[in-house]
């Protein structure tokens, strides 16, 4: 194999990889991208919000008078993990939520307790339920001392939970409540810098209006079988409020709440969120008469660089999927398939000259001088005349 047919061989090669490169940069941005822009399945955080509220003292049911306490410090905590089924379409989110007032001992700050289960699409984040699946689930509330396996009420979701889809828009989207046990609107309010991040923030109303009046507070759904929690029934004198002191009066559970929400939209990761509850019994629903629990509350600083952190690791994940990789390939596809073109033309006309040694002068060759002689490279060669010896022995003939 000759030098000429070595050189088309290697640039038909690089041609090909070139050639494979931006087959790959284009499957890259188009379709491993569609592959890659997915909610994890390893989730496993801890996220804590701080700040302070107007909270009953669960203490007080055994007195004389339920107390509520103004200003006491509340924690609320949601421990969120991943659970069957989760494939590659979908997964399963459990959330378990807790808000407690930090300024009581273990179990006798507890306000509100609840584990929530969603399905949801792992492109969309919109919730998902099948035959099999409702989509989601609340758990049943158990004692202390309760060591019976936990109990599900289905509960199909609807809309966003949790999280936001990737590539957010700067839309309304409808955003699930598990208390009011339906979505309402989460409306785009702007941009806003977190720890460096450009993010969306969105907010939500649920039975207030956008100036924070009470207009259509939702009745709270229990989830115990007899109500407790959502009907109460006790003397005037307990609820504090004007009447005979031994008139029994029964009391209606009402819920509301404000959420702001701060998105990155790469991701859909909530970075960042704020939330005022307000959880109160009244005869008439816009018109609270007892606080059980009242409260604002505000990610903390560690949770917020946690989301941040997770944010920016999604991100890098897809640009060097769908940015990084698909533009090298493209460039370095771009040179193989210029260099092996120029490496095949070069072949062939090597390959010319091997059979046709004449194209390699000046009017054919590889080597074109554009027309100029070299007088001294062409010029003959001239035979000088070799010279006698003048300085002959006497006995030498001549």
Not at 281 to 292: I, L, N, S, W
């Amino acid at each position: 194999m000759n030098r000429a047919v070595t050189l088309r061989i290697a640039a038909c090669g690089i041609m090909g990889l070139g050639a494979a490169l931006l087959i790959a940069a284009l499957l890259l941005s188009t379709y491993t991208k569609g592959k890659i822009a997915k909610i994890p399945l390893d989730i496993d955080a801890t996220l804590v919000s701080d700040g302070t509220g107007t909270a009953f003292d669960p203490a007080s049911l055994n007195a004389e008078k339920f107390v509520v306490n103004r200003n006491v410090p509340l924690t609320m905590q949601q421990q969120m993990s991943v659970e069957a089924p989760s494939n590659a379409d979908v997964v399963t989110l459990q959330v378990g939520s807790t808000l407690r007032r930090t300024d009581k001992q273990q179990d006798t700050g507890l306000l509100l307790a609840m584990v929530d289960t969603v399905t949801v699409n792992r492109s969309t984040a919109m919730a998902v339920s099948s035959e099999s699946n409702p989509g989601g689930a609340l758990q049943k509330p158990r004692g202390i001392e309760d060591e019976k396996p936990p109990t599900n009420i289905a509960l199909p979701h609807e809309g966003l939970t949790y999280r936001f889809p990737f590539d957010t828009e700067k839309k309304t989207y409808p955003f699930f409540d598990p208390i009011a046990q339906k979505p309402y609107d989460a409306n785009y309010d702007g941009e806003e810098d977190v720890n460096g991040l450009t993010t969306y923030r969105f907010t939500q109303n649920v039975g207030y209006d956008s100036e924070g009046k009470l207009v259509e507070p939702v009745k709270y759904a229990s989830l115990y079988e007899d109500d407790a929690d959502a009907q109460v029934t006790a003397r005037a004198s307990m609820w504090g409020v004007p009447g005979e002191p031994d008139e029994n009066i029964t009391m209606s559970r009402f819920y509301a709440a404000q959420r702001t929400f701060w998105v990155d939209p790469v991701s859909g990761t909530i970075v960042k969120a704020e939330e005022h509850g307000n959880h109160y019994y009244a005869r008439d629903p816009v018109k609270p008469e007892v606080t059980f629990v009242d409260y604002r509350v505000t990610s903390n600083e560690e949770t917020v660089e946690s989301q941040v952190a997770a944010a920016r690791s999604e991100r890098d994940k897809l640009a060097l999927w769908g940015r990084i990789l698909p533009i090298t390939f493209t460039a370095l596809g771009l040179v193989a398939l210029v260099g092996g073109a120029l490496l095949g033309s070069f072949s062939l006309r090597a390959e010319s000259t091997l059979i046709d040694p004449g194209l390699d002068e000046a009017d054919h060759g590889f080597f074109d001088t554009q027309g100029i002689q070299v007088p001294g490279a062409e010029a003959k060669t001239e035979k000088l005349p070799a010279q006698r010896p003048t300085d002959l022995p006497p006995d030498r003939p001549v």
